[in-house]
């Protein structure tokens, strides 16, 4: 008799099914908490690429060393909450067209401490280069590339999900005639 009293009794199933789905509820919690950093990451570095680039792309005089610099510091206040900086890099770089279908890298300025991070277009003088979709320039036509190399750690699965570091570029063309050399006014920021 007091064996199916005890069978009908639900008093503290919920205490224990809250105990059981806890955990699950956590990690799922904690998953979904990485997720929004690491998709914040990849889209904070595209929309960075994006803009440097577009931002280059626009300027009608041509441009100076000190205003790519302060193109640079003005992608440092955007990229918060990432420090691009101090622990990421900016590649800018200016490729032209040869008249041989080939395109080579004009010039190529960088900033930020994160040095094992190389253009993926190659460097300063590089000829022959690559640019996405196969894309060949036409003679003296000019393309402003800009990557943005971004590391990643995770906060919370740190044995589970290796550090990275994400790199995103973007590609635009200069709108007010040819970006072929830059105004040398003392303040250049090499690579």
């Not at 064996?3 to 789905?21: F, N, Q, R, V």
């Not at 997720?35 to 889209?43: D, E, K, S, T, V």
């Not at 036409?138 to 290796?162: H, N, Q, R, S």
Request: with cysteine; glycine share 8%.
């Amino acid at each position: 008799m007091q064996l199916k009293h005890i069978s009908h009794d639900e008093k503290g199933s919920i205490l224990i099914e809250t105990a059981l789905l806890l955990p699950i509820l956590l990690i799922l919690l904690a998953g979904a908490f990485e997720m929004g950093r690491y998709m914040l990451a990849n889209q904070k570095a595209s929309a960075l690429a994006a803009a440097i680039s577009d931002m280059v792309a626009q300027a009608d005089q041509g441009i100076s060393e000190q205003e790519i610099n302060d193109i640079f510091q003005a992608i440092q206040h955007v990229s918060k909450p990432f420090d691009v900086n101090d622990n990421g890099r900016l590649v800018l770089t200016g490729v032209i067209g040869l008249d041989n279908e080939q395109n080579q890298i004009a010039w190529q300025r960088c900033q930020g401490s994160l040095t094992t991070a190389g253009s993926k277009f190659g460097n300063e003088g590089a000829s022959n280069v690559s640019l996405p979709g196969n894309i060949s320039l036409f003679k003296d036509d000019m393309a402003i590339a800009a990557e943005v190399f971004l590391p990643y750690e995770p906060a919370l699965f740190t044995g589970f999900i290796d550090p990275r570091t994400l790199r995103a570029s973007a590609i635009y063309r200069p709108r007010y005639g040819s970006l072929e050399t830059i105004k040398n006014d003392g303040s250049k920021s090499g690579c």
